[in-house]
């Protein structure tokens, strides 16, 4: 525990990501005031590429170097590296899809780039923190970024709207999160997590106050991962961000605070399971129903792929139910997945959408198939990855979930989930049946797909495919790094 | 890799290659799938010698690892059942896209590609030995045939797909729920792994637990048959299909569920089939006659000949519940039967509405006088899907009386009526389409069958009388398959008094 005046080599090392993706983000912070011309844009949007891809270096770099770094505060094992290299994945996919939206949308600007560094930085730490400060900070620095990335289209009104509402629920959400770790350290006496479990097991005064104040860090988790009865807020956020925005939100921060609070209540809170278990049954269930019920009837593709979300982090809840490493390691697959078909989605949406969002309800996909058969035969990839069916990756996501939930005799759980899964199939096969089974309205020419958006559909579509025939390729790694240290 | 994997793995070849095809070259497209599922049929022809060998044992099995963790193995194996339905799959996918030659003249690529993915998909479904490899073929097909209704149907096929898409994932999900508590339990999705673990009693299931794994996978495979009351997709998909489509779902996927209960219900849940087998018995028997009475009333043909499914296919159900050799045997040979004389009623029912548009009975009406040869043909396959003897399905139907009369008398009695109802709905039909008064209309657009469609149907006339005649050339192996799936379902072997031969003589008897 005792501090060194200067940090060691290994402790550096085990938070590269982190510096590597702050370093780049205030450079470039500095470089956008210099620098007003449009080529240098496209440079900025090639470093922060650059910059995410080091930090997928420095993230191995910090696997390489295990353990636990400035006095405990993080923690580098596989678990960690696992989530980084998701989050930095998704971030990666952002930057190359967002150049060219941005400057159709006619606001190329650099600092877009450095809020999305900066979220991702957040998440990084996030995926590493070990102790409840830690996880605040993560949280905030990945969530401030987040809102404003939002409300990135100044001029935008269903933007701002959504940035707005994004802000104060997150925040009010936030500050039951941080009320909750209060009361932890009350408890307890400590904000690290391995501390705080040994202090529970060893005896606190009051088990409901412990249990209470899991449940209000529990809010705080909720929101962030859109679960009931705390997912208003998703719908109109995912509506109202620019689509290569809510693509990002809808895969990176949810995956990140999912790595948190698996961690949070698998090595903290174990002790107490018998008491949040039933309360994550309960939620997930309801965040599973609401999502694909809420889903059925929604014509904005964006606002549906909102629900879904919501439908999604259901599924992930059933994992994290189940509280083995089987189901984590579910978690982790499936956030991964879910990551590469819903940016995929995103992608497409943002591409199809056009100029100033205009073409996103269901209508404005009749025909797709003709038009652009490609385009329209990846989304079509996509949908049935998010419906589960076989040789997509979303199908091994739910097969692995569910089998985790069976392993650990949650039948019901098991049954309800997967008749919630058929019903999200119609909502999916809707957007199915427009692109292929309606002829198309429009005669308009059709746009070209700009190169970073072209690869990430290609990257994503190929990528789910694969997920879907040899799942062992990220699976093997999910089932390495699902135990968690305690 | 043997010979089976090649011929599951070359229709995905097939499929990807089409799609990389010019989409303006039709012809070549065309051309491309025909030749090339010609050829897959052919090779699937060199699969029977070695089956019909050992027909009671798993020819052609290749057992390799897919997945390390769970471990999901790639599974597969043919019996003397799995081999026919193979067959009729590689059969039915050459024939489909001769069908279709003319018939489907917008966005052809796909179409053609889409029958490749479903020929896949079924012959995945007929071989694999791992329940998880099974689960997965089975939801393949599910995907084209979604296409194949939703881009191709007539008026209402966005209604008529997602109702076929919701239906059997709805039932498919449980199914999958049900594997993952086999699975849980045994340790492994190896379906020859698990019969062996309960053989042994390694593996034990208490009877709540044998009952709701057996409804769950029962479910699944009732609404594929489908079961009354679960038939309700079945009509408005085949209604709403394209000619070809309407064929292979009639002919080859309807027969997933009835092969599931065989392959699956049965042989692992051998207690809960027996109780149960009661009141499915009960619905299969309202199923046949319920499907013959809505028969008689439609206006529509293809409405029509789709409820004579729902007829038929609860004379299948009905012999599988029966316990007994020759509900068995009867059943897979109905299985059979069905698929080569229903399909070949909707290929001529498309024959009739490629000429005039129209599958309503009252358009038509003395066809027979512009196009004789095609009222014969009809004639001929309207008396083997009435069960007429020396044609396909009497033998099936035979049988399966057979079995259920040796079990109780009066399941016999009322399932006989579905034979007699046949023939009244079908020959009615008959009677208003091809005879009395020519319309206009008729005269008009009516013509005999061509070339083409000449070759679509002989092939499926010629098995028709085959299988009518010479039952000897299916019946020994699919008997053989089966006594392995009762000699499961009954040890004490109280069931094995009516032997193989005995089966064969019964058929030869019955003609």
Not at chain 1, 172 to 186: P, R
Not at chain 1, 225 to 244: E, K, L, N, T
Not at chain 1, 255 to 283: G, K, N
Not at chain 2, 452 to 480: D, H, K, N, T
Request: net charge neutral.
């Amino acid at each position: 525990m005792d501090a060194k005046f200067f940090p060691q080599t290994a402790e550096l090392l085990r938070f590269l990501p982190e510096i590597i993706l702050t370093l780049a983000g205030t450079l470039l912070l500095v470089m956008e005031g210099f620098k007003k011309d449009e080529d240098s844009r496209s440079l900025i949007s090639m470093l922060t590429a650059v910059a995410i891809g080091l930090a997928m270096y420095g993230t191995v770099v910090a696997y390489q170097n295990p353990g636990m770094a400035f006095s405990n505060m993080l923690i580098s094992d596989g678990y960690a590296a696992f989530f980084r290299l998701v989050v930095l994945a998704v971030g990666l996919l952002t930057v190359l899809s967002s150049s060219a939206y941005l400057e159709r949308e006619k606001s190329n600007t650099g600092e877009f780039y450095v809020l999305v560094l900066f979220s991702l930085a957040g998440q990084c730490l996030m995926a590493a923190a070990n102790e409840l400060m830690m996880v605040f900070i993560g949280l905030e620095v990945s969530s401030i970024a987040s809102y404003i990335l939002a409300g990135y289209l100044r001029d935008d009104k269903r933007g701002n709207e959504s940035a707005l509402k994004y802000f104060l629920l997150g925040s009010f959400a936030t500050a039951f999160l941080l009320y909750g770790v209060a009361w932890v350290y009350g408890m307890t006496g400590s904000t690290n997590l391995v501390e705080i479990r040994s202090a529970i097991e060893k005896g606190v005064p009051s088990m409901t106050m412990v249990s209470a104040a899991a449940g209000l860090m529990l809010v705080g988790f909720a929101f962030k991962i859109s679960a009931a009865p705390f997912q208003g807020w998703a719908p109109d956020v995912y509506q109202g961000a620019p689509a290569p925005v809510s693509g990002f939100l809808s895969a990176g921060p949810k995956a990140a605070a999912f790595a948190v609070m698996i961690r949070v209540f698998q090595t903290a809170f174990e002790a107490i399971t018998p008491r949040w278990e039933p309360v994550l049954w309960t939620m997930a269930l309801l965040t599973m129903t609401i999502g694909n019920f809420a889903a059925l009837w929604q014509n904005n593709i964006k606002r549906m792929l909102g629900y879904s979300s919501i439908a999604h982090a259901g599924y992930v809840l059933v994992a994290v139910t189940t509280h083995s490493t089987t189901g984590t390691a579910a978690a982790m697959f499936y956030l991964a997945a879910y990551g590469l078909m819903n940016y995929g989605a995103f992608a497409i949406v943002t591409h199809v959408a056009g100029k100033g969002e205009e073409r996103v309800t269901l209508d404005d996909m009749k025909g797709l198939s003709q038009r652009e058969p490609a385009v329209a035969a990846m989304l079509t990839v996509f949908l049935l990855s998010l419906i589960g069916v076989p040789l997509t990756a979303g199908f091994f996501g739910k097969f692995y979930i569910f089998k985790a939930a069976i392993d650990s005799n949650m039948v019901w759980l098991t049954a309800l989930g997967l008749l919630n899964s058929a019903v999200a199939a119609y909502y999916y096969l809707r957007v199915l049946v427009v692109m292929y089974m309606h002829e198309p309205e429009t005669t308009e020419h059709v746009s070209t797909i700009p190169g970073g958006l072209k690869i990430t559909m290609w990257v994503t579509a190929a990528a789910t495919l694969v997920l879907g025939v040899f799942p062992g390729l990220v699976l093997d790694f999910a089932t390495r790094f699902a135990v968690l240290s305690k | 890799m043997n010979l089976l994997d090649i011929l599951i793995a070359a229709p995905l070849l097939g499929f990807l290659i089409t799609l990389a095809l010019p989409k303006g070259n039709a012809s070549l497209i065309k051309m491309f799938t025909l030749v090339f599922s010609l050829a897959v049929f052919a090779g699937s022809l060199l699969l029977v010698g070695p089956t019909l060998d050992r027909p009671g044992t798993m020819t052609w099995v290749t057992d390799a690892p897919w997945i390390a963790t769970p471990a999901i193995r790639y599974h597969v194996g043919m019996d003397g059942v799995s081999l026919w339905l193979v067959l009729l799959s590689t059969f039915l996918t050459p024939i489909s896209i001769l069908l279709s030659w003319k018939y489907i003249d917008h966005r052809v690529k796909e179409f053609f590609a889409f029958l490749l993915l479903l020929e896949f998909g079924l012959a995945g479904v007929f071989v694999a030995l791992d329940l998880f490899l099974f689960y997965v073929f089975w939801e393949v097909c599910l995907v084209p045939m979604y296409f194949l209704i939703g881009i191709w149907g007539h008026d209402r096929r966005i209604y008529a797909a997602v109702k076929f898409f919701i239906y059997t994932m709805a039932g498919s999900v449980l199914m999958l729920a049900a594997i993952l508590y086999l699975y849980g339990k045994a340790g492994t999705f190896d379906y020859p792994a698990i019969l062996l673990m309960m053989e042994s009693g390694k593996l034990a299931l208490s009877h709540t637990e044998e009952m709701l794994l057996f409804l769950a996978f029962f479910l699944a495979f009732a609404i594929k048959v489908p079961l009354f009351p679960l038939h309700t997709w079945l009509p408005d998909a085949h209604v709403e299909a394209p000619t070809a489509g309407s064929v292979m779902l009639a002919a080859v996927m309807l027969k997933m569920g009835t092969y599931g209960i065989l392959r699956f219900c049965l042989p692992m849940f051998p207690n809960a089939s027996k109780e149960n087998a009661n009141w499915i018995i009960v619905l299969a028997i309202t199923g046949i006659i319920y499907g013959a009475l809505v028969a008689l009333v439609q206006p529509n043909m293809k409405k029509l000949v789709a409820y004579s499914s729902v007829s038929h296919l609860g004379f299948v159900v009905l012999g599988l519940f029966s316990g007994n050799q020759w509900g068995l045997d009867g059943a897979v040979y109905q299985m059979l039967a069905h698929g080569i004389s229903t399909g070949a009623l909707f290929m001529l029912v498309g024959f009739l509405y490629e000429r005039q548009h129209s599958l309503e009975i009252k358009d038509y009406g003395g066809v027979s006088t512009p196009a004789p040869w095609l009222s014969t043909v009809f004639l001929v396959t309207t008396l083997a899907s009435i069960g007429m003897p020396l044609l396909n399905n009497f033998i099936g139907e035979y049988l399966v009386l057979q079995g259920a009369a040796k079990v109780n008398i009066w399941w016999a009695v009322f399932a006989a009526t579905g034979v007699i109802l046949s023939a009244c709905y079908m020959l009615w039909m008959y009677q208003r389409t091809f005879f009395g008064e020519t319309p206009d209309e008729v005269k008009h657009h009516m013509h005999d069958l061509k070339g083409r469609e000449w070759a679509c149907i002989l092939p499926l006339l010629a098995l028709m009388v085959w299988m009518g005649i010479y039952a000897q050339s299916f019946l020994p192996s699919i008997g053989a398959s089966n006594k392995t799936v009762l000699d499961r379902t009954q040890p004490t072997g109280a069931a094995l008094i009516v032997a193989l031969p005995a089966t064969a003589e019964v058929a030869n008897n019955g003609r």
